[in-house]
């Protein structure tokens, strides 16, 4: 790709003309690019510390108006001045042993941005046609090159969402070129009008980052469920809510089986590994309204609103057959190749008013029942024991 993203410019260099509106244009995006990549340093800095896949900067703001605008040896020039300086700037700790990937960011840039600026050739005068057309090719091309690198670099652990992105990653870098279709109007009609763009994407950065502060508060970061107070604070109000509408709600206490010597056989990258596979049985078989946590240790929790104990059985036993059918590659701590199986689960199932009048007395039923379970064998699906209805009636007093 390097090779292909030199060659276009140096092609450029002998097949376009360099105007001196092209030079101008060039030298007020690059000072308007860096002035708001300095004012913005340390909000970049953070976010890219924190970023938990392929981390989107605002350099396609700028890409974009010089990929519809400017020459092709212009493009590449503006991506190397951007990108080198947001490698010495903002991307704190860069090291020289990471000026390659510095580099294939600047490649899939100037190719994405020349990628834009080919489909603006059909076109006889900019409309929004060929400004939104050019914004769709620059996302669809540095999506295919940053995915294709991110997969390269290891196919072993690469998954759809760390090599595209998750739906917020997209949607920001989908923002960003919004915001770069109108800077190639403004840079066409009033190029002093760019300034304005500083601010936007200023605001735009710091959102992004406390969204992601937000997330990292409120989840647990080896599973990306709902951490435990997370989850006690919307169990909490779930019981508001069932109270006030006489509803119901069951709730499952999952507990893996003999996790220890997942750890003290393959080491705990693997045991990490189990419980993300697990993570995401569990994600999968329930709800996207229901409240799925960690608990600590190798226990999952699950709040399913508006669900009877029996229902809730049913989702618990889908999710026991579901990890007991998982197949986990993963490594051990000297790096060899293994993959676990036949892994198990002991369930315990509670439900809420049946079982408790408080969410502390609806987990502990759980929990009891998640006991009965190991004692029962392990690998199975425990209904706690109702409460009395002399209890009933004392907690509905």
């Not at 108006?65 to 040896?73: D, E, K, N, S, T």
């Not at 647990?220 to 909490?236: R, V």
């Not at 056989?265 to 993570?279: E, I, N, P, Q, S």
């Amino acid at each position: 790709m390097m090779a292909l993203a030199t060659g276009w410019a140096v092609h450029a260099t002998f097949t376009q003309h360099v105007s001196s509106w092209h030079l101008k244009t060039f030298a007020l995006i690059a000072v308007v690019a860096i002035l708001q990549t300095e004012l913005s340093r340390r909000l970049e800095r953070q976010r890219r510390t924190l970023a938990a896949g392929p981390h989107v900067n605002m350099t396609s703001v700028w890409l974009l108006p010089a990929g519809v605008l400017l020459p092709g040896q212009l493009i590449a020039a503006l991506s190397v001045t951007l990108y080198c300086y947001l490698a010495f700037r903002s991307w704190s700790g860069t090291r020289p042993s990471e000026a390659h990937r510095v580099a294939a960011n600047i490649t899939t840039a100037t190719l994405s941005a020349c990628a834009a600026g080919t489909v603006t050739l059909a076109v006889p005068a900019l409309s929004v046609t060929a400004v939104c057309s050019a914004g769709l090719t620059y996302f669809a091309v540095n999506t295919l090159l940053t995915g294709l690198g991110l997969y390269l670099a290891n196919p072993a652990k690469a998954t759809v969402e760390s090599c595209l992105g998750g739906m917020d990653d997209n949607l920001l870098e989908l923002a960003t070129l919004c915001v770069g279709g109108l800077l190639v109007m403004v840079l066409s009609q009033e190029p002093l009008l760019s300034v304005l763009v500083i601010l936007p994407l200023y605001v735009l950065q710091r959102s992004m980052l406390i969204k992601r502060l937000e997330e990292l508060a409120t989840t647990d970061q080896k599973t990306q469920l709902l951490n435990a107070t997370t989850w006690q604070d919307g169990a909490q109000r779930e019981i508001s809510r069932a109270e006030r509408d006489n509803g119901s709600f069951g709730a499952l206490m999952i507990d893996l089986d003999h996790f220890k010597r997942i750890n003290d056989t393959y080491g705990h990258l693997a045991g990490d590994d189990v419980l993300k596979a697990v993570a995401a049985v569990v994600k999968q078989e329930t709800r996207a309204h229901d409240l799925v946590g960690r608990f600590g240790g190798e226990e999952f929790v699950a709040l399913l609103p508006s669900t009877s104990k029996e229902d809730a059985i049913v989702t618990a036993e889908r999710i026991r057959q579901r990890i007991s059918e998982l197949v986990i590659p993963t490594q051990t701590n000297e790096g060899e190749e293994v993959a676990i199986e036949r892994r198990t689960a002991s369930i315990g199932v509670a439900a809420f008013p049946l079982d408790g009048a408080s969410i502390e007395e609806v987990m502990a039923a759980a929990d009891a029942a998640v006991y009965a379970a190991k004692n029962g064998g392990r690998n199975r699906v425990v209904g706690s024991m109702p409460a009395s209805p002399r209890d009933i009636v004392l907690a509905a007093a």
